[in-house]
C-alpha cells in the first residue's frame, strides 16, 4: 500500500507523542527533523511501517533502546488464554465453528500497541462479548473456503500478541476442516511492538499445533523486499495467504498474491477507505481490490 498524506501526518504525530518529555528540546526537534527526512526521502513503494522500522534506528540514536513490550506481551497471551474456553465453547455452540473462530481472531486485532500507547481491556473484553454475534463478509469466507478446498499450499501470517491466542483456534479449525493443506503460520522474526514473535507462539501453545516460523524480519508487518529468502518462497509457493492486522495490509497490499486480510479498522485512513466505524472489522480479498 502507497503511503499517503494522511499516512505520513499520522507518522509524524505518533512520533512527536512518542518521544514528548523526552530528552532536550534539542533532541526532540532532531528527531522530528530525522522523521521528516525519512518521509520525505520514502520511495513510493514505501509503506508507513516499513518507515517506522527506519524511523527506529533514529530513535535508538537519540534517545537509546525503544520500549520493550516483552512483560506487555506475556500479560495479553495470558489473558487471552484465560478466556480460551469460552471461545472455544461459543465455537462449539455456533453453526460453523471456523467463521466463529475467525471472528474472534479478528475481534483480537484491537491488542494493538502501534495504534495507541495502551490497550484498554474494558473495550477488549466488550469487543469479544460482542464477537459470536460479529460476521465475516460472507461473499469473501465463501471464496476463500472454496479456495481452501482446492490448495495444497496456506500460510497464516499472524499480527499481535494475545491475538495469536485465537489464530491458533483459527488454524485448528482449519486443519480439520482441511487436512490435506500444508498449513504454515508466519510471526515476525524480529521483536516490533507488541507484534506476534516466536517466543509467543510458543507461550499460547500454537507451535504444538502447527508449523511456526519467523519471517526474518523486524518491521511491524510483511514487505516482500524486506523478508528473508524463506519467507518469500513460502509466500511465492502458498495458494492462499491469510494476513492478519492493518500492518500486513500495509506492507502486502498490490503484491498480487492470494492474500486474504483480517483485521480491525483502528486509524482515520482505514475508517475512511473502508466507511467502517472505530474497531470495525473487515475481511477483503487481495484480487477482489
Not at 99 to 113: C, E, G, K, L, P
Not at 126 to 137: K, S, Y
Not at 150 to 160: E, F, G, H, P
Not at 250 to 277: A, I
Amino acid at each position: 500500500m502507497k503511503l499517503c498524506a494522511s499516512c505520513m501526518r499520522c507518522l509524524v504525530d505518533r512520533q512527536e507523542e512518542r518521544v514528548r518529555g523526552m530528552g532536550t528540546e534539542e533532541d526532540r526537534d532532531a528527531f522530528i527533523k530525522q522523521v521528516a527526512r525519512i518521509i520525505g526521502e520514502s520511495s513510493p513503494q514505501d509503506s508507513a511501517p516499513v518507515l517506522v522500522e527506519r524511523i527506529n534506528e533514529v530513535y535508538r540514536g537519540i534517545f537509546g533502546p525503544v520500549t520493550d513490550y516483552d512483560k506487555i506481551k506475556k500479560e495479553f497471551n495470558e489473558l487471552m488464554l484465560s478466556v480460551e474456553p469460552d471461545i472455544r465453547a461459543a465455537m462449539a455452540a455456533g453453526e460453523d465453528p471456523l467463521h466463529t473462530a475467525f471472528v474472534y481472531a479478528r475481534v483480537a486485532n484491537y491488542i494493538d500497541f502501534g495504534m495507541a500507547s495502551s490497550v484498554d481491556k474494558e473495550t477488549l473484553f466488550q469487543l469479544l462479548n460482542e464477537a459470536a454475534q460479529d460476521r465475516m463478509d460472507e461473499q469473501v469466507y465463501a471464496r476463500l473456503l472454496d479456495d481452501l478446498e482446492k490448495a495444497d499450499k496456506m500460510v497464516y501470517i499472524t499480527d499481535n500478541c494475545g491475538e495469536i491466542v485465537c489464530d491458533k483456534l483459527v488454524v485448528e479449525e482449519m486443519q480439520k476442516r482441511f487436512p490435506g493443506l500444508d498449513l504454515t503460520v508466519l510471526v515476525r522474526g524480529e521483536n516490533t511492538l507488541n507484534d506476534a514473535t516466536m517466543e509467543d507462539a510458543v507461550q499460547v501453545g500454537l507451535c504444538e499445533v502447527a508449523k511456526v516460523t519467523g519471517n526474518g524480519c523486524g518491521v511491524a508487518g510483511t514487505p516482500l523486499a524486506y523478508v528473508d529468502e524463506q519467507t518469500r518462497r513460502l509466500l511465492d509457493e502458498a495458494d492462499v495467504i491469510l494476513a492478519k492486522g492493518q500492518g500486513n495490509f500495509e506492507t502486502m497490499h498490490g503484491c498480487g498474491l492470494n492474500v486474504y486480510y483480517s483485521f480491525l479498522c483502528k486509524c482515520d485512513w482505514f475508517q475512511q477507505r473502508f466507511g467502517m466505524e472505530k474497531n470495525k472489522g473487515m475481511f477483503v480479498r487481495e484480487r477482489s481490490q
